[in-house]
C-alpha cells in the first residue's frame, strides 16, 4: 500500500473501513434506514475535506493514525457498537486531519 | 409545577449504584475541564475494543504527538482521560453501558454548576433524577436525568451517550415538561444532551417526528454552553 502522504489519500485510506463498518451496522435491520442516512451524512463531510484539502500534505502521525483507526473498527464484531462507531469513526479522522467534524 | 424525587423503584437502585461509582466522579471531572479533541478520545476508547493505551494513542495525533503539548496540565489531562476510559472500556458490555450513560449525567451536571447567572445559594437548586409535576397531568414515568430548579429560569435536561438514543419517547417527554410548564405560566426550557457529535444528532432529529424544535440540543461541540461558556 502508497504511505499516506496527503489528506486526500487518508481520507481514502479510511473510507474501506467505514463502508466495512456501514456493512456490519446494517444488521440492525431496523436501524437500516438511519444507519445509511448517518453513513451518507459523514461521508459527505470527509469527501467535502478530500475536496477542499485533498492534495495537502498530512501531518505528523496521520499516516499511522489512519491504519490504527481502520484496525480498531475491523475488531468489532456486535453491529449495535458499530452503528456507534458509524458517528464517532469520522470524528476521530476529521480532528486527526486538523478539521472540526 | 413542582419537582419530586423519582421514586426509588429497583432499576433506579441499580443505577444510583453506578451513579456512585468513584470512576463516573473522577473521568465526569476530567471531561468538564477537557477540550473537544479529549472528549472525542474519551467517546471512541469507552466505545473501542483496544485496550492497549498505544493503539488509542496513534490514533490521535493532535493528543499524542509529536506536535501535540509533551508535559504541562493539558497532557497529563489527555493521560488521565485515556485512562480513565480504558477503565470503563474494560468493564463489561451492560456495566460499560451504564457507566457511560451516568458519566454523560455527571458531566452535565457539573458544566451546569459552572453557570455564572446560578447564584452559590441557588446551586442546590441542580438536581438529578427529578419528576416534574403539573396539576391535572399524569406523572411521567421516568424522571429527568438533571433539573434546574430556579423559579422563572428551570430547567428539565435529558442525557443520551449517542445519538441513537434520541427517541420519539424522550422528545415528546421534554416537549410535554415545557408546554405544560407553559399552561401553567411558568417557564421550562428543555434540553436534551448527547455525548456526540451535532451532524449525528442532527442525522437521527430530521427522523423524528416527535415535536423538537423547541427542544435546545447540546453535541460533543456545544458542550460547554452549559456552563455558559
Redesign the interface.
Known sequence: MDPISTVGAAIARARPAYDDLTALAEDVED?W??IN??AS??IE?MDAVADARGHEPV????A??VP??A??VA??DDPH?A??????F???LL??L?E?? | MRFQDASPDARAVVYAGIQADPLVARASALLADATHDQRILARAVMNGMSTSPTNWQAMFPSLFGVNAPSDGPERARTEAILAASLEVAERGEQIRSQVRGALVESVTELLVRRRPGLASAALAAVRRERRILFDGVRAEIHPYDVTIETPGASEAIDCKWGARGINADVLHQLDDARTHAADEDEVLTATIVVFDAERSCAVRLDRQTAPHDATRLISLETLDQLAGR
Open positions: 436501524e434506514s438511519y442516512d448517518l451524512a459523514w463531510r501531518a505528523a502521525g496521520v499511522a493514525a490504527a483507526l484496525a480498531e475488531l468489532l457498537r452503528i456507534d462507531w458509524l458517528s464517532t469520522p470524528q476521530v480532528i486527526a486538523g472540526r467534524p
